[in-house]
């Protein structure tokens, strides 16, 4: 499948219980087989602007297209590869059933489906197949989840602070890792992290969104080539530029911007 | 403040004087339980009579009266030494006595013959025992020597009816579960004409088959210590008998303090009537209320025997006692 | 060497013999207590008592297996379909608080003097927890699965097989563990309601006779059984169950 663009027009979302505006008016296009990180504090809507990209709940008022569909087909064609911050595997099938399980969901027969093993080695699991998740630790488990969303070959990645409950080391290796993946088959990923640096190390473009209600603060690209030096004054500046945004939008539950 | 001590000192004499009048002697504790729950079975009517005209305190008894659920605990209080008297059937009286053995003495044999009776509707046609024949015949827990007598004494064998272990709700018999149920008496006939059926009722002594109802039960080993206060207590409960037999409203309404505001009082006196009925005979006519032969008690004994519901060997000498009766 | 049998066995036979000893010494009579000789006594002889156990375990087992069913059914019932549940669970609670005594003379009367009354009588006992625990079960999957298998569009009939099903199963087994053994009781005490064959019929019988030996003898056994039946439920989840 080819990478979509993504459209976000006039999207507005509120919830009733409790009752927020979660974004207003967010207007956004994402390019086709980009990377766009979204960061902001906390109740900025970051979570809300991917579950509605997923389909996983409805706009307010507003449309969302995906290469020239609506979520709700992208779904149905499973063109969506969805890794939340848990890894989300079931306790009651082991690393490689669970991959299995991914393609065997919603199955598009006419999709190349590799096999379990190749995923788990591409995520250095290849051992830990026969593993059930109890077993394995939470960066192995997030490696799992990781492959499992390879697994879908889907053409668009979103993903809600994948590595957000792993130490420093972890994040840093598996981010690496999981650039290397995209790197493959360029799907469009949507990345939503609190984290500055890993944002600017992975993103073709990071957007900023600010809370109450929840609207787009800035957007900029970022032109460094990969692999990228952290180290560098050009990285550095960057990731000074998208603290001060974050600094002056206005906090809701307290300022968690980090890295 | 010595004031208010002094007061109160004074007041806590004259208290502690109060409470110590009791006339003569103390009175002793007996305790009974009724071997069913509150109802006016003739013995238990001795005993709340005996107790609201006084006729216990009369003679010096201070009575508790306990009831048991008809499980047999009462028969089990009763040895362990937490009662002193209750009631029983006189046939389960032999049983017991044979197995598991409870040395248990008749002191009073109200029932002169037995409580049990069988029925069936009216319409469906029965007049005879023998006409059981082909029909479902229920039991309650165990079928009861008075059915195998009773198809012997027409005739029949066990193999000729269907013996069915039924509940113990007669809406069985009036639903076509069984054809024919077994009944006290004193209680299903008038429960069933209430509500509407027609029955009709086969009592085996009838049939010139012995039974025998309920007696007032001690220990042998309370006979032995305790005389007086069996005697006191048989003559105060058999003084209660009559006055409930020459005043059954007001016997009622005692009983009524016994059965609570659910119970039906018309209900009551059915039992009470059916009773006072069932507790008169040659025997009693010449000895008084609640005397007992040992003819009487062999009849039932030998009865038992014969269809294998008491193992034989039983000392009729050692069953029952009217020492403590008015008549001796 | 695995202590803990050990002493449990050495405790079970300290605590018999000093029944066994205070019994002879206070002479006390069979009918009050019995001493655990006459109640392995009654054990050994042909006294009935293994077919009366099979009957009333037949009446059980079948009354849990048809409780459990329908507590299942309802609870699928309300996960696909939620507006049931309210309409479900009053009647649920009517049947809970309905005690065994009023409901199984109707039972006798519809049903006859046979297996039924009993096997509805257990199964009115065991539906409830399974129902109950079963409707937490469907509901207890974590919401990154829920949202992960919405991603890909699994359809509610597939969330139920290949999520909800299996995440219920602890649930489903710890219902079980209460049910089982409560179906025993059930089908004893059902069938001292009405009448009948088996365990319970065997200490009506027996107490309205006073012979307590047989009575202990007959609960020594439903004891057996029951926790008999519980490790049966026991060893199924182990197999079932083996990623926790």
Redesign the interface.
């Given at each position: 499948m080819t990478a979509p663009e993504l459209y976000f027009r006039a999207v507005t979302k509120r919830y009733s219980t409790p009752r927020v505006t979660a974004l207003e008016k967010v207007d956004l296009e994402i390019g086709a087989g980009s990377i766009t990180a979204v960061i902001g504090v906390s109740g900025s809507g970051k979570s809300t602007l991917l579950r509605l990209a997923g389909g996983l709940d409805q706009p307010t008022e507003g449309e969302i297209v995906i290469g020239g569909r609506n979520p709700q087909e992208m779904r149905q064609s499973k063109g969506i590869g969805w890794m939340s911050q848990h890894p989300a595997l079931l306790p009651w099938r082991t690393a490689a059933e669970n991959i299995k399980l991914a393609q065997t969901i919603n199955p598009q027969p006419e999709r190349e489906m590799t096999p379990p093993g190749e995923l788990l080695a591409m995520v250095g699991l290849e051992d830990f197949g026969d593993a059930y998740p109890s077993t394995l630790s939470g960066g192995m488990q997030q490696r799992v989840s990781l492959a499992r969303t390879l697994a879908v070959g889907g053409s668009l990645w979103l993903m809600d602070e994948p590595f957000a409950a792993l130490d420093e080391l972890k994040r840093d290796a598996l981010a690496d890792e999981m650039l290397g993946l995209w790197e493959a088959s360029r799907p469009t990923v949507v990345w939503v992290t609190h984290h500055i640096t890993e944002a600017v190390k992975l993103a073709d473009e990071i957007v900023v969104l600010t809370p109450s209600p929840g609207t787009i603060a800035s957007r900029f690209p970022i032109d460094l080539e990969r692999p990228r030096d952290e180290t560098s004054p050009a990285f550095q500046m960057i990731v000074r530029r998208a603290r001060s945004i974050l600094r002056e939008s206005p906090a809701v539950s307290g300022f968690e911007a980090t890295g | 403040m010595r004031r208010v001590l002094a007061v109160l000192a004074i007041l806590v004499l004259a208290a502690s004087a109060c409470g110590d009048d009791r006339g003569g002697g103390e009175l002793r504790p007996v305790t009974f339980m009724a071997g069913f729950t509150a109802q006016a079975n003739l013995p238990f009517v001795g005993v709340y009579v005996a107790h609201d005209q006084g006729y216990f305190a009369d003679r010096g008894l201070d009575v508790t009266i306990e009831h048991s659920t008809g499980?047999?605990e009462n028969?089990?209080l009763l040895?362990?030494g937490t009662v002193d008297v209750t009631t029983q059937d006189a046939a389960v009286l032999l049983?017991?006595r044979d197995?598991?053995?409870?040395p248990l003495v008749s002191i009073g044999l109200i029932g002169q013959t037995g409580q049990q009776a069988f029925v069936a509707l009216a319409d469906s046609g029965m007049s005879d025992p023998s006409d059981w024949a082909g029909r479902s015949v229920g039991f309650?827990?165990?079928p009861p020597p008075d059915v195998f007598a009773i198809l012997d004494a027409v005739g029949l064998t066990e193999d000729d009816v269907e013996l069915?272990?039924?509940?113990f709700?007669p809406?069985?018999l009036t639903?076509g579960?069984v054809d024919v149920y077994p009944v006290f008496k004193s209680n299903e006939p008038d429960l069933l004409e209430r509500q509407g059926f027609e029955i009709v009722m086969w009592d085996a002594a009838d049939y010139g088959i012995p039974t025998l109802g309920l007696t007032y039960v001690a220990t042998e080993d309370t006979v032995a210590s305790d005389p007086e206060m069996l005697e006191d207590f048989m003559a105060a409960v058999i003084e209660g008998i009559s006055y409930a037999s020459a005043n059954p409203d007001s016997a009622i309404d005692i009983v009524m303090e016994y059965v609570g505001p659910e119970g039906d009082a018309a209900h009551q006196r059915f039992i009470l009537d059916t009773e006072l009925g069932d507790s008169v005979s040659e025997v009693t006519d010449a000895s008084g209320i609640g005397w007992q032969t040992a003819e009487q008690w062999s009849s039932l004994a030998d009865l038992l025997e014969q269809y294998g519901a008491l193992a034989p060997g039983t000392v009729i000498e050692d069953v029952f006692t009217n020492e403590f009766l008015p008549g001796s | 060497m695995r202590r803990g049998p050990i002493v449990a066995a050495l405790t079970v036979l300290g605590l018999v013999s000093l029944w066994e000893i205070v019994v002879r010494i206070t002479n006390t009579?069979?009918?009050?207590v019995p001493a655990p000789s006459a109640i392995a006594e009654h054990l050994g002889s042909a006294s009935g008592l293994l077919p009366a156990a099979a009957i009333t375990l037949l009446e059980a087992v079948s009354g849990l297996l048809i409780g459990a069913s329908v507590g299942l059914l309802l609870a699928i019932g309300i996960t696909f379909w939620g507006h049931l549940e309210q309409a479900v669970m009053s009647i649920a609670l009517l049947v809970k608080s309905t005690p065994v005594i009023a409901v199984a003379?109707i039972l006798?009367?519809w049903m006859?003097?046979g297996y039924g009354p009993k096997v509805v009588v257990t199964a009115l006992l065991t539906f409830f927890p399974v129902l109950i625990n079963a409707i937490e079960g469907f509901r207890s999957v974590d919401r990154s699965i829920h949202d992960w298998a919405r991603s890909l569009d699994a359809s509610p009939s597939e969330i139920f097989m290949k999520i909800r099903w299996p995440s219920a199963r602890p649930f489903l087994f710890a219902a079980l563990k209460v049910a089982a053994p409560l179906a025993m009781i059930g089908a004893v005490v059902a069938e001292w309601?009405?009448?009948?064959?088996g365990l319970g019929?065997h200490m009506?019988?027996a107490?309205?006779?006073?012979?307590?030996p047989s009575l202990f003898a007959a609960v020594l056994v439903l004891t057996m059984l029951s926790a008999g039946v519980y490790r049966i439920v026991v060893e199924i989840e182990h197999r079932t169950i083996r990623w926790a």
């Open positions: - | 499980g047999g028969l089990q040895a362990a049983q017991r197995d598991p053995g409870i309650k827990g165990t069915i272990n039924v509940g709700d809406r069985v639903e579960q | 009579p069979e009918y009050l003379p006798t009367i006859g003097f309601m009405g009448a009948s064959s019929r009506w019988v107490y309205a006779n006073l012979d307590m």
